[in-house]
Nanobody, 122 residues
Framework: QVQLVESGGGLVQAGGSLRLSCVASGRTVTLGWFRQAPGKEREFIAA????????YYADSMKGRFTISRDNAKNTMYLQMNSLTPEDTAVYYC??????????????????WGQGTQVTVSS
């Protein structure tokens, strides 16, 4: 069982930036970021997969969000820029020990972090 712990959330003004971190207690092959706003479904943001660290983004997140990982630290990051109030949500990291083709689906992930709140004020 792999444990994932997110950090880096908080309150930021519109136009600002945040960097989220997710530390994994064990080996993962596919890692992803999701978010969930009140009353909405969990939404895919980005994923990073395999030895080559291929990255994938939801179309609406391209250009503002950047996913990366540091294998030496077993840590994944999400750099978020130009934040708007619509980005307010609980952000979750997710992981799997396998290469997942449908990396955009929450059902593809075996491990989840506890979530970190991001609030963007106008």
């Amino acid at each position: 069982q792999v444990q994932l712990v997110e950090s880096g959330g908080g309150l930021v003004q519109a136009g600002g930036s945040l960097r989220l971190s997710c530390v994994a207690s064990g080996r993962t092959v596919t890692l992803g970021w999701f978010r969930q706003a009140p009353g909405k479904e969990r939404e895919f943001i980005a994923a990073i997969r395999g030895l080559l660290a291929n990255t994938y983004y939801a179309d609406s997140m391209k250009g503002r969000f950047t996913i990366s990982r540091d294998n030496a630290k077993n840590t994944m990051y999400l750099q978020m820029n130009s934040l708007t109030p619509e980005d307010t949500a609980v952000y979750y990291c997710a992981g799997s020990s396998y290469v997942r083709g449908n990396y955009y689906s929450p059902a593809s992930y075996d491990y989840w972090g506890q979530g970190t709140q991001v609030t963007v004020s106008s």
